[in-house]
């Protein structure tokens, strides 16, 4: 089985700080993304990686960046954590026609 | 941009009940279409999807149905269980490129015993 695995379960940071979401899968897939999730407004897509280096923005990039240096590794960046970034996020994988996404657990991040 | 409706956003039914859980999407480029669980606490999990090749789709208890020139798509859950509970996302891609999913804002379905 595909594995995504998202090093923190639970973050609490505060406002300004720098914080950095860690993401990785282990079959060597190439799409990778990150999505918030918060109730009532579903999953929305903030940055995916089609390849190492390679970044796209989604629909909701303002405040974030993201790294791709090795291809097992997403990495999500709150450049200045604040307090409407407190939400649940989601990193995936995409593992072909077959299966779709694989999502990691998540990260429930709270902003004080 | 691409947007993908999901309606209702919460839905109750009685144990045995069938549930109907609708999207729509907005890209007509869109070709498949795939369907996820989330239960409580647990991350997202698929459980059916439907390519614009078919219009409909089945597999036990749940099926999916896609009518391509409306732009529509909808899950189907019949004899509902306690452990259908869960939220439903809906999802609208392109089988190339980026594999990006334009999901919709769920729906919570709630069984009761």
């Known amino acids: 089985d595909v594995k995504v695995t998202q090093s923190s379960r639970y973050l609490v940071k505060r406002t300004g700080e720098k914080v950095f979401l860690e993401c990785v899968q282990d079959?060597?897939?190439?799409?990778m993304f990150w999505y918030r999730q918060d109730p009532g407004l579903g999953l929305r897509l903030i940055y995916f990686s089609y390849d190492v280096k390679m970044k796209e923005k989604g629909d909701i990039p303002e405040g974030y960046s993201v790294s791709r240096e090795k291809k097992e590794r997403f990495s999500l960046i709150l450049e200045s954590a604040s307090t409407n970034q407190t939400s649940m996020y989601l990193c995936?994988?995409?593992?072909?026609?077959?299966?779709?996404?694989?999502f990691g657990s998540g990260t429930r991040l709270t902003v004080v | 941009g691409e947007n993908v409706e999901q309606h209702p956003s919460t839905l109750s039914v009685q144990e045995g009940d069938s549930a109907v859980i609708k999207c729509t999407y907005s890209?007509?480029?869109?070709?498949?279409f795939p369907w996820y669980k989330q239960e409580l606490g647990k991350r997202p999990q698929l459980i059916i999807d439907?390519?614009?090749?078919?219009g409909e789709k089945k597999d036990q208890r749940i099926a999916v149905t896609l009518n391509k020139t409306a732009k529509h798509f909808s899950l189907h859950i019949t004899e509902t269980q306690p452990e259908d509970s869960a939220v439903y996302f809906c999802a609208a891609s392109r089988t190339s490129g980026t594999y990006k999913y334009i999901f919709g804002t769920g729906t919570r379905l709630k069984v009761l015993a």
């Open positions: 439907i390519r614009s090749n078919v």
């Open positions: 995936a994988s995409y593992t072909g026609q077959a299966a779709g996404y694989t």
């Open positions: 890209d007509s480029a869109s070709n498949y």
């Open positions: 079959m060597d897939h190439e799409n």
